[in-house]
């Protein structure tokens, strides 16, 4: 019985992990796709910032544009 509840132990997080990056995969996808069809720069920034929210859980975050004059 041992030697079975240590085999799943292992099989679990690792099903787990394959099923948490096919999941990731196809919201990149996703994501990737609704970029291309972005014309503006507000779109673009408004889509990068869904992605990371979605797939990497953050709450909060800033983008910097450095412009030289």
């Known amino acids: 019985m041992k ?3 240590r085999k799943i ?8 992990t394959a ?4 999941r990731d995969q196809t919201k990149l ?3 990737i796709i609704k970029l291309n069809q972005e014309n503006s720069i507000g779109g673009i920034i408004n ?3 869904e992605c990371l929210k979605e797939i990497l859980g953050y ?3 800033a983008f910097a544009i ?4």
Not at 9 to 16: G, K, N, R, S, T
Not at 19 to 22: L, Q
Not at 66 to 69: D, G, S
Request: charged fraction near 30%; hydrophobic fraction near 45%.
């Open 47 to 49: 889509e990068v910032s």
């Open 9 to 16: 132990f292992q099989i679990v997080p690792m099903a787990l």
């Open 3 to 5: 030697d079975e509840l």
């Open 66 to 69: 450095n412009k030289e004059t």
């Open 29 to 31: 996808t996703r994501h």
């Open 19 to 22: 099923v948490a990056r096919e």
């Open 59 to 61: 709450r909060l975050f």
